[in-house]
């Protein structure tokens, strides 16, 4: 079904709603439990499922009066407001977390456009593989909850549980991150059969977990989309998009490029789904300009409109006179069989500028970190390919599933007995 690309016209739905909802139909499960939104739920002292439940009638009792909800890893809050207005959480992976201010109508515009593009009702069922106070996993369960459909929140669940309770529960729907999905496919357990789409956004697809998704669920219709907390959705990858890039612009975005087409520059946004500012916190990186919003993401775009991330802003390394975005040899360490998580993070040389360390997740191999950088350097080549690679077998993850950045910075400089690190020399 073909996307959307204009802006919607006065009439439609997303220029109507201004509150979420809570649709009368829509049932929500901790895993395969249902919740009871007028008790509490039989759970042991400490049990997330109890928090979680707390979580859920607590924005249940905040959506009847379309009140000011504030979401965190506390727990939710609810205020009276003049205009109905959403408080989350960023990922926080390169630094603190910080508190994003939107209007409930900017995430309502998009629930609209997904249930037209992807045939949303209410006998759909969502599975929703992150947490809450991450923005991706509100997002998908407040879309839910708006267009009627159930709820299966599986993020404290292991990954063969969340693949039982997706067969089990007749799951139509998947939310997840790239890395979630890896964790999913790599359980122990049979495949569901009957899920008809897999929206996957919060880092880059790489080719062989798109394999891997595909061989799994063949019948699953698989969306790459790319976006931030600041922006949400900014584009919606196709059938036909082409490998590397992370689709067209979605709904009514507008995207413009600092660079002539082709080349790379940093990518500014202008749709109704922008956030409104900072609750706390700030980032230097997010700025606007004549209506359009950047968070410091930079990237090219073909002739067919099709946009290729690079990476952030400051991440990019200068080494050896040449501008490395670490993203890209990250997703390269991704694709290779065995690693769920890496991190590729820059260590000051006095001879190019800078040289390159990977981090992976699991237990030292020291021949396979030599093969693995062996074959970076025939990827990037000597200069560019990471010098050392370290195991870690406790590899440190935010909530959302994504590299703690700063974490491992740290590592990287103390070099940690609980690592193991391999050197090259080119």
């Known amino acids: 079904m073909p996307l959307p690309l204009a802006t919607p016209a006065p009439n439609h739905p997303m220029s109507r709603e201004a509150a979420f909802r809570w649709h009368i139909k829509s049932q929500v499960h901790i895993g395969a439990q249902k919740v009871d939104l007028a008790s509490s739920p039989v759970a042991a002292s400490g049990d997330p499922g109890r928090t979680v439940a ?15 909800i504030r979401v965190s890893p506390q727990g939710v809050e609810c205020f009276p407001a003049p205009a109905p207005t959403l408080h989350c959480m960023t990922s926080g992976s ?58 299966h929140l599986l993020a404290d669940h292991r990954p063969a549980r969340q693949m039982r309770i997706i067969s089990e529960a007749g799951v139509t729907l998947i939310y997840a991150t790239p890395t979630q999905l890896r964790l999913l496919l790599r359980a122990e357990a049979p495949p569901p059969r009957g899920v008809r789409h897999i929206l996957c956004g919060g880092g880059v697809l790489d080719e062989p977990l798109r394999a891997e998704i595909h061989r799994a669920l063949p019948d699953a219709q698989l969306h790459e989309f790319y976006g931030a907390s600041e922006t949400s959705f900014i584009t919606l990858s196709r059938p036909q998009t082409p490998r590397g890039s992370v689709g067209r612009a979605y709904g009514a975005v507008d995207i413009k490029i ?91 040389d006095g001879l190019r500028g800078s040289h390159l360390v990977a981090v992976v997740d699991g237990a030292p191999d020291p021949a396979l970190a030599d093969a693995w950088l062996a074959q970076a350097r025939v990827a990037f080549g000597p200069l560019i ?32 007995p609980a690592s193991v690190s391999r050197e090259c020399q080119p």
């Open 258 to 348: 600092d660079a002539v087409e082709g080349e790379t520059g940093e990518i500014w946004v202008k749709s109704p789904y922008l956030f409104e500012g900072y609750a706390s916190g700030e980032s230097p990186l997010t700025r606007w300009r004549d209506g359009y919003l950047s968070v410091g993401e930079m990237g090219w775009r073909d002739p067919q409109g099709n946009l290729y991330l690079s990476g952030r802003k400051n991440r990019m390394v200068l080494i050896a006179d040449q501008n490395v975005f670490p993203e890209d040899i990250e997703r390269f360490f991704l694709a290779l069989p065995h690693i769920t998580h890496c991190a590729v993070l820059p260590v000051s």
């Open 385 to 416: 390919a990471p010098k050392r690679l370290i195991a870690l077998p406790d590899f440190p993850c935010l909530g959302a599933g994504k590299p703690d950045l700063v974490r491992l910075a740290q590592i990287v400089a103390q070099e940690t």
């Open 94 to 151: 390169s630094g603190a977390a910080k508190t994003i201010r939107r209007s409930h109508a900017s995430w309502i515009a998009s629930f609209n456009i997904n249930r037209e593009i992807f045939v949303l009702t209410p006998t759909d069922r969502y599975a929703v593989l992150g947490r809450l106070e991450n923005s991706l996993g509100l997002y998908a369960l407040l879309e839910a909850l708006h267009i009627g459909a159930d709820v």
């Open 54 to 68: 707390q979580t859920l009638r607590a924005l249940h009792a905040g959506l009847q009066d379309t009140a000011q």
